[in-house]
């Protein structure tokens, strides 16, 4: 049985740590996103009649939702109470 002694910290600043699992959710939402730009520049001229959405909405979008997500999983773990409950 292999057991291994991987250490997550890529680099630890004191105050900052960056590990790296982050590095993949980072370079899977630039990958992700660079694929969405080059998926709407393809798709300028189609021969379906669709509405196209401009690079300026999908950048909103992406930033607009990754935003949330965030705010929603420091909702999660917030050290404060909630005040519905």
């Known amino acids: 049985m292999i057991i291994h002694d991987f250490n997550p910290v890529l680099v630890d600043l004191g105050f900052l740590q960056i590990r790296w699992y982050s590095l ?10 660079k694929y969405g730009i080059n998926i709407i520049k393809k798709t300028e001229k189609n021969k379906y009649n669709f509405e196209q959405i401009s690079k300026l909405n999908f950048d909103d979008d992406l ?12 909702a999660k773990n917030s050290p404060y109470p909630n005040i519905d409950q």
Do not use: D, M
């Open 24 to 33: 993949a959710y980072i370079f899977g939402i630039a990958l992700g996103w």
């Open 63 to 74: 930033s607009f939702n990754e935003f949330n997500q965030l705010l929603i999983e420091y």
